[in-house]
C-alpha cells in the first residue's frame, strides 16, 4: 500500500493542479514545479519546425531530467508493464520499480549514455510482480546490466538491413514453395552472419527449428541483452514506464491516467522522437590511439592475435551498413510503439556526421564501414565447465517474437535463457564491468567464462604466451566510449 509520505505527495499533487495535466504547469514560477518544463509536439518534428539540433538538446534534457511526481513519475496503480495493480503499491521499488528518476541513472558511466556498476542493475520480470515480493530471486527475475548506447543509431541500422535480408529469403522461399507446391529450405544468412537455415511449406507456414540465433519472425533485435527489442523506440517507452513511472500517450492512450497517479499525457509522441533522436545520434564508440609506443605496439599486434585465434568469428572486424542515413520510425516496431504510416514524414539524419568515428567510416556509394565487433545473434557461451552465463531462469519473452504464432509449424517457445546477443566490443576499453549482471570487473575474467560456443577461442587464447594476452588485452583497451561532452 501507499506510504504516508506518498499519500501527502499525492494529496499535493492534486491541490496544485486540479483536473490539469503536466502540460498546464509550464508557467509556474513558485513553488513545487514539474521537472520538465516542455513537451515536444510531433506535427512540429514532422513539419521541420523544430530544427535536429533543438530536438537532439530536447531529448538529451528529457533524459537527463530527475522527474517528480508533478511530471507523473511513479506508476501507483499499474505494473511496469502497463498492468492494473490491485493494490497501490509505493513510491520507489528498488526491485521491480520504478526505481529511478532519470535514464542518466542507469547510463553515466564514462559519460550520458554510458553504463553503470552492479549498484544500478535491473531485475527483467520482477516488473510485472504484484506483490514484489522475493523479486530479485533468479526464480522470479533476471537480473541485467545497464547496457552502453553510444552508436545505437548505427546498431539499430544494421539490425534493420540484417532483418530485411532475412525477411526477404523467407519471402523468396515461401514464393517458390508456393509455386512448387513442396517445402523449400534457405540458408538465413545477413551481412555474412549465419542464423541457420528456415523451411517454409506449400501453405506459407515456417519450419523453425533450425533457426538459430534469432527470433523465428527473423527481426534482429539489437537491445537488451537478450535480443529482445528491435528499436531505440520500443526500448524508451518500455523504459520510462518500468524504470520511471512515465506514461508516453503513443503506448497508453491520450487524457488517460492508467497509472493513477493523477498525471495524463506524460510524454508525447515529440517527447520520445526527442528522445529516439538524441541516443541514436549519440557518439560511436573509437579506436584510441595510446600514448605509449609500446602499447600501440601491443594494440596493433593484439587485434592481430584477437582474430587469429577465431575471436572474430562472432564479434565481427566489421560490417557494411548500406545507408548511412538513421531514420525513425523503425518500420519493425510492434504495436504501442510509433511507425512509419503514422507519420507524415519521417524523421532523417546522416549517422556517419553524428557517429563521429574512426569505427564507423564511409565507403562508396552512402555505404559504411561499421566496427563494432558484434555479429548481433545469440549464442550460448556455457558448457560443463564454463556455465556463468547460464544463471537465468525466467525467459525473456518468446521466440515467435512479433510474428504470429499459428504461422509456425511447432508450438511458441521460450528465448532461451542460457543465449545472450555477442556484446559489442567496440566500447569495451571503459564500460567495464561485464557480464550481462556486471559482475565481471577485467576482460581477462569475461574471456575466462566463455564456454559453450566460444570453447575452442577460450582455450586458444589461454594457451598463448602472456605477452599474446596482454597484447589482445591492449587492443581491447583502445576501444573506447568518448563521453558526448567531450567530443
Known amino acids: 500500500m ?23 504547469r509550464t ?3 513558485l513553488g513545487e514545479q514539474p521537472a520538465i518544463t516542455k513537451h515536444l509536439d510531433e506535427t512540429a518534428i514532422e513539419s521541420g519546425q523544430v530544427g535536429f539540433q533543438d530536438l537532439v538538446a530536447a531529448g538529451r534534457a528529457l533524459f537527463t531530467t530527475r522527474c ?17 495493480r490491485p493494490t497501490a503499491q509505493a513510491d520507489f521499488l528498488r526491485t521491480s520499480g520504478p526505481e529511478a528518476s532519470s535514464c542518466l541513472g542507469c547510463h553515466m558511466q564514462p559519460g550520458t549514455g554510458g553504463t553503470a556498476g552492479p549498484v544500478a542493475n535491473v531485475f527483467v520480470g520482477a516488473e510485472a510482480l504484484d506483490p514484489a515480493t522475493l ?49 523449400v529450405t534457405r540458408d538465413l544468412v545477413a551481412k555474412g552472419v549465419n542464423f541457420g537455415r528456415i523451411t517454409v511449406l506449400s501453405d506459407g507456414r515456417v519450419d523453425p527449428t533450425e533457426i538459430e540465433g534469432v527470433d523465428w519472425d527473423l527481426i534482429v533485435k539489437p537491445f537488451h541483452q537478450k535480443g529482445a527489442v528491435a528499436s531505440l523506440r520500443q526500448f524508451t517507452n518500455s523504459a520510462m514506464n518500468q524504470h520511471l513511472g512515465m506514461q508516453s500517450m503513443e503506448r497508453f492512450g491520450t487524457d488517460t491516467d492508467p497509472d493513477a497517479d493523477g498525471v ?6 515529440g517527447d520520445l522522437t526527442a528522445l529516439v533522436t538524441f541516443q541514436a545520434s549519440l557518439p ?5 590511439r595510446p600514448h605509449s609506443a609500446r602499447r600501440r605496439e601491443a594494440a596493433r599486434r593484439g587485434q592481430a592475435v584477437f582474430e587469429s585465434i577465431g575471436c572474430g568469428g562472432c564479434h565481427l572486424p566489421e560490417v557494411e551498413l548500406d545507408n548511412r542515413v538513421f531514420s525513425e520510425p523503425n518500420p519493425y516496431n510492434p504495436p504501442g510503439n510509433l511507425r512509419p504510416a503514422d507519420v507524415s514524414t519521417p524523421l532523417r539524419f546522416d549517422l556517419v556526421v553524428t557517429a563521429r568515428s574512426n569505427l564507423v567510416r564511409p565507403l562508396p556509394h552512402g555505404r559504411v564501414r561499421v566496427e563494432a565487433f558484434t555479429d548481433l545473434k545469440r549464442h550460448d557461451l556455457n558448457d560443463a565447465d564454463y556455465d556463468h552465463f547460464a544463471n537465468e531462469v525466467v525467459a525473456q519473452g518468446m521466440l515467435t517474437g512479433f510474428g504470429d504464432p499459428a504461422s509456425f509449424t511447432v508450438p511458441a517457445q521460450p528465448r532461451p535463457t542460457r543465449e545472450f546477443l555477442t556484446r559489442k566490443l567496440w566500447d569495451a576499453g571503459n564500460t567495464d564491468p561485464y557480464g550481462h549482471r556486471g559482475d565481471l ?8 567464462f566463455h564456454g559453450g560456443e566460444a570453447r575452442v577461442q577460450r582455450d586458444a587464447y589461454f594457451d598463448l604466451p602472456l605477452e599474446d594476452r596482454d597484447a589482445v588485452i591492449e ?3 583502445t576501444l573506447t566510449a568518448v563521453p558526448e561532452t567531450s567530443r
Do not use: W
Open 2 to 24: 501507499r506510504t504516508c509520505k506518498h499519500v501527502v505527495a499525492l494529496i499535493a499533487c492534486a491541490m496544485l493542479l486540479p483536473g490539469m495535466s503536466a502540460h498546464a
Open 27 to 29: 508557467d509556474v514560477t
Open 68 to 84: 517528480n511526481i508533478l511530471d507523473g513519475r511513479g506508476r501507483p496503480a499499474s505494473t511496469g508493464t502497463g498492468e492494473p
Open 135 to 183: 523479486s530479485v530471486d533468479p526464480a522470479f527475475s533476471d537480473e541485467r546490466n545497464a547496457m552502453s548506447i553510444f552508436g545505437s543509431g548505427v546498431i539499430e541500422m544494421l539490425a534493420r538491413e540484417m532483418s530485411a535480408e532475412l525477411i526477404a529469403i523467407r519471402q523468396s522461399a515461401a514464393e517458390q514453395a508456393r509455386r512448387g507446391g513442396q517445402p
Open 264 to 269: 495524463t499525457n506524460e510524454l508525447t509522441l
Open 284 to 288: 560511436a564508440p573509437r579506436r584510441a
Open 441 to 448: 570487473t577485467t576482460l581477462t575474467e569475461a574471456v575466462y
Open 475 to 477: 587492443f581491447l583497451k
